[in-house]
Nanobody
Framework: QVQLVESGGGSVQAGGSLRLSCEAS???????MGWFRQAPGKEREGVGT???????TYADSVKGRFTISKDNSKNTLYLQMNSLKPEDTATYFCAADGSRWSFPCGSRPDSYPYWGQGTQVTVSS
């Protein structure tokens, strides 16, 4: 079992920055973790993924603005969001696949059985 707790959401103006954190407990050796977001009335979409080797992938909409990193000593995944836009407004979720051997990391929500509760990010223009 994997427990995930996100934090760091908030309200910022366009062009601002936020850093989200996702602390994992329980089974902490998932090969793949990901960040996803869901805006009201829209489907949950992938933001990016991170594997235990430090390889990251990003959705085209956030490339060059968002960075995923992980502090293994704290079992915490981060999402650094810069140059935020109003269209980034959503509830952000982190997810883990709970498998040490998964490859490659999936970009779809159904690749991840473990989810945090989400944290709200609101970007105003």
């Amino acid at each position: 079992q994997v427990q995930l707790v996100e934090s760091g959401g908030g309200s910022v103006q366009a062009g601002g920055s936020l850093r989200l954190s996702c602390e994992a407990s329980g089974y902490t050796s998932s090969n793949c973790m990901g960040w996803f977001r869901q805006a009201p009335g829209k489907e949950r979409e992938g933001v990016g993924t991170y594997n235990r080797g430090g390889v990251t992938t990003y959705a085209d909409s956030v490339k060059g603005r968002f960075t995923i990193s992980k502090d293994n000593s704290k079992n915490t995944l981060y999402l650094q969001m810069n140059s935020l836009k109003p269209e980034d407004t959503a509830t952000y979720f982190c997810a883990a696949d709970g498998s040490r051997w998964s490859f490659p990391c999936g970009s779809r929500p159904d690749s991840y059985p473990y989810w945090g509760q989400g944290t709200q990010v609101t970007v105003s223009s």
